[in-house]
């Protein structure tokens, strides 16, 4: 299983932004597809934003497209979730988690956990005033 480890969660105010971070040793992000989840208390984890292998291709929900950019930064081996205006209901745990490459991150793409195998611990982020 690979590790994951995110970062860069806090507190912000409504139409605020932070810029989460999905890292990794041992192992190339680029070769594989990436996602960032969320889940907030009581309800389902669900997916936010997917990045292929080799950044071939990138899907956001549509609660979040417009607002956030996903994108790789291959000479840090890292994978980045901007999140731009804020919202409360932007408050979860967020998540990334590596899937095979031959997963397929396009508009059409549905979300699912099961897809991906390996999972990061998650990092809180708070949108409140």
């Known amino acids: 299983q690979l590790q994951l480890v995110e970062s860069g969660g806090g507190l912000v105010q409504p139409g605020g932004s932070l810029r989460l971070s999905c890292g990794a040793s041992?192992?190339?992000?680029?070769?594989?597809?990436i996602g960032w989840f969320r889940q907030a208390p009581g309800k389902e984890r669900e997916g936010v934003s997917c990045?292929?292998?080799?950044?071939?291709?990138?899907n956001y929900a549509d609660s979040v497209k417009g607002r956030f950019t996903i994108s790789r930064d291959n000479a840090g081996n890292m994978v980045y979730l901007q999140m731009d205006t804020l919202k409360p209901e932007d408050t979860a745990v967020y998540y990334c988690?590596?899937?095979?490459?031959?997963?397929?991150?396009?508009?059409?793409?549905?979300?699912?956990?099961?897809?991906?195998?390996?999972w990061g611990q998650g990092t809180q982020v708070t949108v409140s005033s």
């Open positions: 041992g192992f190339t992000l680029d070769y594989y597809t």
């Open positions: 990045i292929s292998s080799s950044s071939r291709s990138t």
């Open positions: 988690a590596a899937a095979d490459p031959m997963l397929f991150c396009d508009d059409s793409y549905h979300y699912s956990p099961l897809d991906f195998s390996s």
